[in-house]
Protein backbone atom coordinates (compact mmCIF):
# COMPACT_ATOMS: atom_id res chain seq x y z
CA UNK A 1 0.00 0.00 0.00
CA UNK A 2 1.18 3.28 -0.83
CA UNK A 3 1.89 5.82 1.79
CA UNK A 4 0.58 9.57 1.79
CA UNK A 5 2.16 12.19 4.07
CA UNK A 6 -0.36 14.42 5.85
CA UNK A 7 0.62 17.40 8.26
CA UNK A 8 -2.51 18.78 10.46
CA UNK A 9 -2.89 21.58 13.13
CA UNK A 10 -4.75 20.56 16.32
CA UNK A 11 -7.72 22.12 16.67
CA UNK A 12 -9.29 22.89 20.70
CA UNK A 13 -12.49 24.97 19.71
CA UNK A 14 -14.60 22.56 18.82
CA UNK A 15 -17.85 24.50 17.96
CA UNK A 16 -20.55 25.31 15.43
CA UNK A 17 -19.07 28.47 14.93
CA UNK A 18 -15.43 27.09 14.94
CA UNK A 19 -16.04 25.23 12.48
CA UNK A 20 -17.76 27.26 10.13
CA UNK A 21 -15.12 29.80 10.71
CA UNK A 22 -12.16 26.91 9.64
CA UNK A 23 -14.42 25.89 6.30
CA UNK A 24 -14.57 30.02 5.47
CA UNK A 25 -10.77 29.23 5.61
CA UNK A 26 -10.75 25.98 3.25
CA UNK A 27 -9.68 24.08 6.25
CA UNK A 28 -11.53 20.59 7.41
CA UNK A 29 -11.92 19.71 10.35
CA UNK A 30 -10.98 15.85 11.38
CA UNK A 31 -10.73 13.53 13.77
CA UNK A 32 -8.23 10.59 14.58
CA UNK A 33 -9.68 7.62 16.74
CA UNK A 34 -8.30 4.18 17.07
CA UNK A 35 -5.34 5.26 20.06
CA UNK A 36 -4.69 2.74 22.64
CA UNK A 37 -7.49 1.64 25.17
CA UNK A 38 -6.42 1.95 29.02
CA UNK A 39 -7.61 1.75 31.95
CA UNK A 40 -8.71 4.63 34.22
CA UNK A 41 -8.18 6.64 35.88
CA UNK A 42 -5.52 8.44 33.16
CA UNK A 43 -2.20 9.57 34.31
CA UNK A 44 -1.00 10.59 31.19
CA UNK A 45 -0.77 14.33 29.64
CA UNK A 46 -2.90 15.03 26.84
CA UNK A 47 -1.29 17.42 24.13
CA UNK A 48 -2.68 20.17 22.09
CA UNK A 49 -5.87 19.15 20.28
CA UNK A 50 -6.35 15.54 22.26
CA UNK A 51 -9.16 14.82 24.61
CA UNK A 52 -10.01 11.87 26.43
CA UNK A 53 -13.28 9.86 26.15
CA UNK A 54 -14.28 7.22 28.09
CA UNK A 55 -15.50 3.63 26.82
CA UNK A 56 -16.56 0.18 28.66
CA UNK A 57 -19.03 2.35 30.79
CA UNK A 58 -16.26 4.75 32.08
CA UNK A 59 -13.96 1.39 33.29
CA UNK A 60 -12.14 2.46 30.38
CA UNK A 61 -10.73 4.93 27.76
CA UNK A 62 -8.75 6.19 24.76
CA UNK A 63 -7.07 9.31 23.12
CA UNK A 64 -8.88 11.07 20.32
CA UNK A 65 -7.19 13.63 18.43
CA UNK A 66 -9.08 16.26 16.60
CA UNK A 67 -7.64 18.85 13.88
CA UNK A 68 -7.62 20.63 10.95
CA UNK A 69 -6.23 19.81 7.44
CA UNK A 70 -6.15 22.24 4.32
CA UNK A 71 -8.58 21.17 1.05
CA UNK A 72 -5.48 21.35 -1.05
CA UNK A 73 -3.74 18.66 1.41
CA UNK A 74 -6.07 15.70 1.29
CA UNK A 75 -7.09 16.28 -2.68
CA UNK A 76 -4.65 13.64 -3.89
CA UNK A 77 -5.55 11.34 -0.78
CA UNK A 78 -9.52 11.52 -1.57
CA UNK A 79 -10.48 12.43 -5.36
CA UNK A 80 -7.65 8.85 -6.02
CA UNK A 81 -8.75 5.67 -7.02
CA UNK A 82 -5.48 4.12 -4.93
CA UNK A 83 -5.62 3.60 -1.21
CA UNK A 84 -2.88 4.78 1.20
CA UNK A 85 -1.48 4.42 4.86
CA UNK A 86 -1.23 7.84 6.06
CA UNK A 87 2.09 9.33 7.83
CA UNK A 88 -0.06 11.97 9.82
CA UNK A 89 1.52 14.29 11.85
CA UNK A 90 -0.40 16.77 13.95
CA UNK A 91 1.54 18.86 15.98
CA UNK A 92 4.67 17.02 17.54
CA UNK A 93 1.98 13.86 16.98
CA UNK A 94 3.11 11.34 14.43
CA UNK A 95 0.98 8.13 14.00
CA UNK A 96 0.24 5.99 10.75
CA UNK A 97 -3.69 6.01 9.64
CA UNK A 98 -6.39 5.31 7.59
CA UNK A 99 -9.25 7.77 6.17
CA UNK A 100 -11.65 5.59 7.65
CA UNK A 101 -14.99 8.03 6.56
CA UNK A 102 -15.77 11.69 4.87
CA UNK A 103 -18.58 13.48 5.28
CA UNK A 104 -19.63 15.24 1.74
CA UNK A 105 -22.21 18.21 1.55
CA UNK A 106 -25.04 16.63 0.15
CA UNK A 107 -25.37 19.46 -2.27
CA UNK A 108 -22.04 20.90 -3.17
CA UNK A 109 -20.18 17.81 -2.76
CA UNK A 110 -17.62 20.04 -0.33
CA UNK A 111 -15.59 17.91 2.40
CA UNK A 112 -17.15 18.62 5.51
CA UNK A 113 -15.47 16.05 7.94
CA UNK A 114 -13.37 13.84 7.69
CA UNK A 115 -12.51 10.55 10.00
CA UNK A 116 -9.12 8.89 10.78
CA UNK A 117 -8.15 5.61 12.25
CA UNK A 118 -4.81 5.18 13.92
CA UNK A 119 -2.93 1.71 12.38
CA UNK A 120 -0.38 -0.97 13.95
CA UNK A 121 1.24 -4.05 13.34
CA UNK A 122 -0.95 -5.73 15.79
CA UNK A 123 -4.60 -4.79 15.00
CA UNK A 124 -6.79 -5.61 12.42
CA UNK A 125 -8.49 -3.15 10.26
CA UNK A 126 -11.26 -2.63 7.72
CA UNK A 127 -10.24 -1.28 4.43
CA UNK A 128 -11.79 -1.02 0.95
CA UNK A 129 -9.58 -2.76 -1.73
CA UNK A 130 -10.19 -1.94 -5.60
CA UNK A 131 -10.98 -4.68 -7.38
CA UNK A 132 -9.06 -5.80 -11.07
CA UNK A 133 -9.84 -8.43 -12.82
CA UNK A 134 -7.55 -10.01 -15.04
CA UNK A 135 -7.40 -12.92 -18.07
CA UNK A 136 -10.21 -13.63 -20.59
CA UNK A 137 -12.84 -15.74 -19.58
CA UNK A 138 -14.82 -18.65 -21.31
CA UNK A 139 -17.88 -17.14 -21.44
CA UNK A 140 -16.65 -14.03 -23.30
CA UNK A 141 -15.22 -16.45 -25.93
CA UNK A 142 -18.51 -17.67 -25.95
CA UNK A 143 -20.07 -14.38 -26.70
CA UNK A 144 -20.73 -13.25 -23.27
CA UNK A 145 -20.23 -9.74 -21.99
CA UNK A 146 -17.82 -9.54 -18.62
CA UNK A 147 -19.31 -7.23 -15.83
CA UNK A 148 -18.21 -5.95 -12.67
CA UNK A 149 -21.01 -5.66 -9.78
CA UNK A 150 -18.29 -4.71 -7.17
CA UNK A 151 -15.15 -2.20 -7.96
CA UNK A 152 -14.39 -2.52 -4.41
CA UNK A 153 -14.25 -5.14 -1.57
CA UNK A 154 -13.75 -4.81 2.33
CA UNK A 155 -11.12 -6.47 3.79
CA UNK A 156 -9.79 -7.28 7.46
CA UNK A 157 -6.23 -7.44 7.95
CA UNK A 158 -3.17 -5.93 9.52
CA UNK A 159 -2.75 -2.56 7.45
CA UNK A 160 0.78 -3.72 6.06
CA UNK A 161 -0.76 -6.75 4.92
CA UNK A 162 -3.54 -5.50 2.44
CA UNK A 163 -2.60 -4.57 -0.80
CA UNK A 164 -3.07 -1.61 -3.14
CA UNK A 165 -5.52 -3.98 -5.75
CA UNK A 166 -7.24 -7.72 -5.14
CA UNK A 167 -6.58 -9.02 -8.96
CA UNK A 168 -9.08 -11.72 -9.54
CA UNK A 169 -8.94 -14.17 -12.41
CA UNK A 170 -11.56 -14.98 -14.27
CA UNK A 171 -10.17 -17.60 -17.37
CA UNK A 172 -12.92 -20.05 -15.75
CA UNK A 173 -15.92 -17.78 -15.43
CA UNK A 174 -18.75 -19.68 -17.82
CA UNK A 175 -21.42 -18.12 -20.07
CA UNK A 176 -24.01 -17.23 -17.47
CA UNK A 177 -22.07 -17.92 -14.20
CA UNK A 178 -21.33 -15.47 -11.24
CA UNK A 179 -18.09 -15.03 -9.22
CA UNK A 180 -19.42 -14.32 -5.51
CA UNK A 181 -17.42 -13.32 -2.79
CA UNK A 182 -17.68 -16.61 -1.15
CA UNK A 183 -15.28 -17.95 -3.90
CA UNK A 184 -12.36 -15.74 -3.33
CA UNK A 185 -9.61 -16.34 -1.53
CA UNK A 186 -6.41 -13.87 -0.65
CA UNK A 187 -3.71 -15.37 1.67
CA UNK A 188 -3.62 -13.45 4.91
CA UNK A 189 -7.16 -11.34 4.05
CA UNK A 190 -10.72 -12.26 5.61
CA UNK A 191 -13.24 -10.48 3.06
CA UNK A 192 -15.85 -9.07 5.03
CA UNK A 193 -18.41 -8.53 2.25
CA UNK A 194 -21.84 -10.70 2.38
CA UNK A 195 -20.21 -14.66 0.72
CA UNK A 196 -23.51 -14.27 -1.69
CA UNK A 197 -22.61 -10.99 -3.32
CA UNK A 198 -21.59 -11.05 -6.86
CA UNK A 199 -18.58 -9.41 -7.77
CA UNK A 200 -18.47 -10.15 -11.54
CA UNK A 201 -20.45 -12.17 -14.01
CA UNK A 202 -20.28 -13.39 -17.77
CA UNK A 203 -24.08 -12.40 -18.77
CA UNK A 204 -25.87 -13.73 -21.55
CA UNK A 205 -25.87 -10.92 -24.84
CA UNK A 206 -28.55 -11.21 -27.45
CA UNK A 207 -25.99 -12.40 -30.04
CA UNK A 208 -25.39 -15.77 -27.26
CA UNK A 209 -28.89 -15.90 -26.62
CA UNK A 210 -29.51 -16.89 -30.57
CA UNK A 211 -26.54 -18.78 -30.79
CA UNK A 212 -27.79 -20.97 -27.70
CA UNK A 213 -31.53 -21.32 -28.72
CA UNK A 214 -29.62 -22.26 -32.69
CA UNK A 215 -28.10 -24.53 -30.56
CA UNK A 216 -30.96 -26.31 -28.89
Not at 11 to 27: I, P, T
Amino acid sequence: MKTFELNATPRVDLGKKAVKALRKQNLIPAVLNGGEVFALPYNGTLSEGEKLVEIDGGKKGTVVTDFTVSKDAVRKLVYSPDIFVVDLTVGKKNVKAILKDIQFHPVTDAILHMDFLAVNETKPVIMEVPVVLEGHAEGVKAGGKLNLSMRKLKVKAIYSNIPERLVINVDNLGLGKTMQVGDLHFEGLELVNAKNAVVCAVNLTRAARGAQAKGE
